[in-house]
C-alpha cells in the first residue's frame, strides 16, 4: 500500500498521467491504477525498476539487517554523538549529564549533554543535531531551554554557556554554506575556542558557539564560515 502511494506522489510530482506511465513502462493504464491503490504484491521486480526510472525515483531493493545480530537503537546516531562528548567531559575530570531536564516539575524541555564544571563555575549545554530541517525552530528551542535552565536548576554562583554540534554531513554543510550570516550571528562565540572547551576542558567562551562533530572519527572540529 505505501510503495503504491509513494508511486502515484512521485508520478504526481513528475506531473505525468497514468497514460503517459503505462505507455512508457510497456502496460495498460488500469496496472498503474491498481499499482497505486496498493495492489502491487504480484507485480514483478522489474516493472518496479521501470516505473522508478519513469518518475526520476530510481528503485532499491535490499536483504533487511541480519537478524542475527543485536538491533541499533532507533537514535544509535544521535546517541554516539552524545557519548563523545560525555567521553571528553569525564576525561575533563567534568561531571557530565545525559538528558538534561531543563527545569525540576512541570513539562520541560531536554538538552543533549550538559557539562558541569566546579573549578570554572559553568554550566555547558550542548545541542546535538543530526540534520538541521528548521533553523528557526532549532534556535528558538535551544533559546528556551537556556532560559528555563537559568531560571530554574543553574547552581547559584555558576555561569551558563551553551553550544550547538552540527554532525557532519552533506545536508548540515549545505545550510551552513547557504545561510552564514544567520550562523555567524546566532554564534558569536569562538568555535576553536569551543572545540577546546568541550574536548580539553578549557573554559568556554562567554558567547555560544557552534562546531562540528564526527562521531565515526570520534573528533570534535572547528567550524569554518565563509568571509
Known sequence: MA?????????????????????RVGVKRARIGELERGKGASA????????????????????????REPPEPVDAGHLAAQELVLR?????????????PTRSSGSPGVVDVAIRDDGQRVLILVEIWNRLTDLGAASRSTTRKVIEVEG??????????????LVDNAANRAIVRRFPEIVRAR???SSLGWVRALVDGHEPP???????VDSRSGTITK???RA
Open 152 to 165: 530554574a536548576i543553574l547552581p547559584a554562583g555558576f555561569r551558563l554557556a551553551s553550544c550547538w554540534l
Open 206 to 212: 562567554g558567547d555560544a558557539g557552534i562546531a562540528w
Open 44 to 67: 514483478p521486480l522489474f516493472l518496479w525498476v521501470r516505473l522508478g526510472k519513469v518518475v526520476d525515483r530510481p528503485f532499491a531493493a535490499s536483504f533487511s539487517r541480519d537478524l
Open 223 to 225: 567550524l569554518r564560515l
Open 187 to 189: 554564534f558569536p562565540g
Open 88 to 100: 571528553f567531559a569525564r576525561s575533563a575530570e567534568r561531571v557530565g549529564a545525559f538528558e538534561l
Open 3 to 23: 510503495l503504491g502511494a509513494d508511486l502515484r506522489d512521485s508520478r504526481r510530482r513528475a506531473r505525468l498521467t497514468q497514460e503517459q506511465v503505462a505507455d
